[in-house]
């Protein structure tokens, strides 16, 4: 069911029809741009422009070889944006990540170099191989936007988007994320196989020289001032109050599994999402509903959404592990026993 939304609302009536087309037509020219790098991968490609224009981060899982950072990086070279690429390794240091302090002989003083951080888009590859000390120094990033270097605050640039990518399969020598930092992450997607036309369109490109070293350089379709424009116009999408209670209800039935679907359902769940989970999904929403070209969200939206959002916010027990019970069989009880407004 499709909520009407109430257009005599005045955070509706902020947005024109003229803003809502120019979003529109740069959103439509960065999936372009997208896919001509990028063959299928629609979910992903939807995921990363709600990450980005809601302002948050994205967690990528999959197998080696899906095209996880072609797609941040195609998305970063789209909208002429600074990118750093950071391989995790149990090795590598806060201070790889952050910067540091370097002693300059010339001067006799020490001279503040900036991290890989200190970029719009930051790729961590497999960030599971990063320690869990190296782990914790990307919380203030990622939250407050800033890093701290011999106590001096260096505030990050906007926009900002941290795109993280790990391995489900190879987890010898890797460390667990843990659950204060997934729910960092507004979104989580996991990527499978391509369709198998898909597959071929990828040797189609090899073969035209479309893909791979070889490939043109990609330009630019729009511009980091684009970028903050599409961020604030997400800020001012129409939210129902009856999809804002839906939101609510969703989150507050994770947490009591057991009673809304049954004791069996919720025997799987250790705990449910957080108030951070309710944010994430007005967030998501509303980025959402302009990637689609409207003003106002609709509860479609949050259901579009619902993997995304709390696949990585639901902390399972072991027996659904044993049981190979997946989050997203308890999302999907979840949202068949909450009514649709």
């Known amino acids: 069911m499709t909520t009407t939304p109430d257009t005599s609302a005045s955070a509706a009536s902020t947005m024109t029809a003229a803003e809502l087309a120019r ?3 740069t959103i439509e020219q960065v999936s372009a741009a997208f896919s001509s790098r990028v063959v299928g991968q629609e979910r992903v490609r939807t995921a990363l422009l709600v990450a980005l224009l809601a302002e948050g981060h994205i967690l990528l899982e999959s197998v080696p070889g899906l095209a996880k950072t072609l797609a941040a ?6 909208v002429d944006a600074e990118f750093a690429r950071i391989q995790c390794t149990p090795d590598l240091l806060p201070s790889d990540i952050i910067g540091t302090q370097v002693y300059d002989p010339r001067h006799h003083e020490f001279e503040t170099q900036l991290g890989p951080v200190h970029r719009n888009f930051v790729l961590l ?3 599971n191989r990063a320690s869990a000390k190296t782990q914790s120094a990307l919380l203030e990033s990622m939250q407050e936007r800033q890093t701290s270097i011999a106590g001096t605050i260096h505030k990050l640039p906007e926009p900002f988007m941290v795109m993280a990518t790990q391995n489900p399969l190879d987890e010898e020598g890797t460390y667990v994320l843990p659950h204060a930092q997934m729910d960092r992450f507004l979104l989580k997607e996991v990527i499978t196989y391509p369709a198998e036309a898909d597959e ?17 350089e990609l330009e630019a379709v729009a511009d980091l001032v684009q970028v903050r424009e599409l ?17 609510v209800q969703l989150i507050r039935a994770t947490r009591n599994v057991s009673e809304v679907v049954g004791p069996e359902l919720g025997s799987y769940v250790e705990i449910g999402a957080s108030p951070r989970g309710s944010i994430a999904f007005f967030q998501a929403a509303r980025a959402m509903a302009v ?11 949050v259901r579009e959404l619902r993997h995304s959002v709390l696949r990585h916010r639901l902390h399972l027990t ?23 407004p």
Do not use: K
Not at 73 to 78: D, I, P, Q
Not at 200 to 215: F, K, N, T, Y
Not at 318 to 340: C, K, M, N, Q, S
């Open 73 to 78: 990086s195609t998305l970063a070279r789209s």
């Open 125 to 127: 590859d497999e960030i």
């Open 200 to 216: 071929l369109g990828v040797l189609d490109r090899i073969d035209d020289d479309r893909l791979g070293q070889h490939a043109p």
């Open 318 to 340: 072991f027996e659904a592990l044993a049981d190979r019970v997946p989050p997203e069989t308890i999302i999907d009880a979840v949202f068949r026993a909450v009514p649709t």
């Open 23 to 25: 979003a529109t037509e």
């Open 231 to 247: 961020q604030a116009l997400v800020r001012r999408v129409y939210v129902d109050p009856a999809v804002r209670r839906y939101v």
């Open 291 to 301: 990637v689609q070209g409207r003003h106002y969200v609709i509860p479609e939206d």
